[in-house]
């Protein structure tokens, strides 16, 4: 996993991004996802920031999978309605002076 003492940011690679965005947004230049990793795994309501920052997750506290293994990445009807709210924690990153933040969303 990243190591947040390093300040690294969370990202889906590169190519992923290139090839499977864009992403509807839900609030300017934010988007929730569900991300495939290399074992197949789905994990649905991501939160990432444009272009490709994860910067959360719905219901959890710190990031479930090494980003770097997405091998894919698409919405679904129920991400492009699925919307944050106070209960969301946004992860600690080097724009994000807090170790962790809730954030709010209309």
Partial sequence: MNDLNK???FQIPEDVFD???PFDEFKQDVSIVTVVVEEETEFSGVLVLHPNYI???KGMKSIPFEPSQ???VY????????R???SWTI???PWNT???RQIQTQ
């Avoid at 919405?75 to 699925?82: H, I, P």
């Fill in 70 to 72: 997405i091998v894919r």
């Fill in 75 to 82: 919405q679904t009807e129920e991400d492009q309605k699925m």
């Fill in 91 to 93: 992860w600690n990153h």
């Fill in 55 to 57: 910067i959360g997750m």
């Fill in 84 to 86: 944050t709210d106070q």
């Fill in 19 to 21: 090839r499977d965005a």
């Fill in 98 to 100: 807090n170790t962790e």
């Fill in 7 to 9: 300040q690294e940011y």
